[in-house]
């Protein structure tokens, strides 16, 4: 055990805790002038299908709550598809291995839909926990499993729970992936920094402010239980659109089948796309499109910009 591990926080030594702050960090901005077409504003939306994983991960054997899991496959993920295809609309699918191997025909109609699959985890595990054996092994055994299911081998990883640990990064690149969709540095795209070295890999930022599930999550058998009004939650997400929008930016949403395809909540998703369609130039594109895009197209040089207020 070292000495640091055996202090407290405001014991430690300047070296330490600059170690702790630096191990993974935003590098240069990827933010384009414009976006592709010229478009002013680019959507990533993201649907987290979790389904029995969130039950699984921690040994829950609740059947309660599996089904709650199975309701994502069953209603949420058929309900997201007609909608999005609706309007047209190309979305990323961030798949646990384990949902993936219980739902394999959900993963290939996505595909054939157009849609983008990344990986999240093998049993939504948390990252922080394992060693780095562990989690390079479950990480590469769901790279797998997702290409060997739906004929497309993932290019980017949103880590369970945004959950990162001091070595995923590192297995990122010993994946070769395209973006990384864990992190909340900024709110446009940037390059992960590994120790302060540039990694290669493009931060599509996520934050919990663009989460339903902080807003509708519930579990009877803890304090879990938050509750926000539908359309409470649609301003907030109305406004960080339009406030994307005005700034020229990236506006990327997280959402879970079990979650968002409730009957009074689904239309929440429709509005915002209806609301983002009607602007007339905005791109709606997969993670992997968009983080492809804003690291080609970036403008030289550039630190992250300032926002609009």
């Known amino acids: 055990m070292s000495q640091a591990t055996q202090q407290e926080p405001w014991q430690w030594e300047e070296a330490h805790w600059r170690r702790l702050v630096n191990q993974v960090r935003a590098g240069r901005s990827y933010r384009p002038k414009t976006w592709k077409g010229g478009a002013r504003c680019a959507v990533a939306l993201s649907f987290d299908s979790d389904h029995e994983t969130n039950e699984l991960r921690d040994g829950g054997k609740s059947i309660g709550r599996m ?33 993936a191997l219980l739902y394999p025909d959900e993963q290939r109609s996505l595909v054939a839909d157009g849609h983008e699959i990344g990986v999240h985890g093998w049993i939504h595990e948390l990252n922080s926990v394992l060693p780095y054996e562990a989690e ?25 729970s945004w959950d990162f640990s001091p070595n ?37 930022p996520v ?18 239980r938050p509750y926000t009004p539908p359309d409470a939650v649609l301003d907030i997400f109305r406004r960080e659109f339009e406030a994307a929008y005005a700034d020229g930016g990236l506006f990327q949403l997280t959402m879970h089948p079990h979650i968002i395809t ?14 983002a369609r009607a602007k007339g130039d905005v791109w709606f594109a997969t993670h992997a499109e968009i983080a492809t895009y804003a690291k080609a197209n970036a403008e030289s040089g550039a630190p992250s910009p300032g926002k609009s207020e």
């Open 168 to 204: 995923t990064l590192r297995i990122e690149q010993e994946l070769g992936l395209l973006y990384d969709s864990s992190l909340m540095a900024d709110e446009d795209c940037y390059e992960l920094e590994l120790d302060g070295t540039p990694s290669g890999i493009t931060e599509l």
């Open 67 to 99: 089904s709650w899991g199975q309701y994502g496959n069953r209603v949420g993920v058929p309900r997201i598809r007609k909608l999005l295809d609706r309007h047209g609309v190309k979305a990323t699918f961030f798949v646990p291995a384990v949902a």
């Open 262 to 275: 409730q009957r009074s909540r689904i239309w929440i998703l429709e509005e915002i796309v209806r609301l």
């Open 207 to 224: 934050e919990w402010v663009r989460d339903d599930a902080v807003y509708f999550m519930m579990n009877r058998f803890s304090a879990l």
């Open 136 to 160: 390079r092994d479950l990480m590469f055994r769901s790279i797998d499993a997702l290409e060997e299911l739906s004929g497309v081998r993932p290019v980017g990883l949103r880590t369970p």
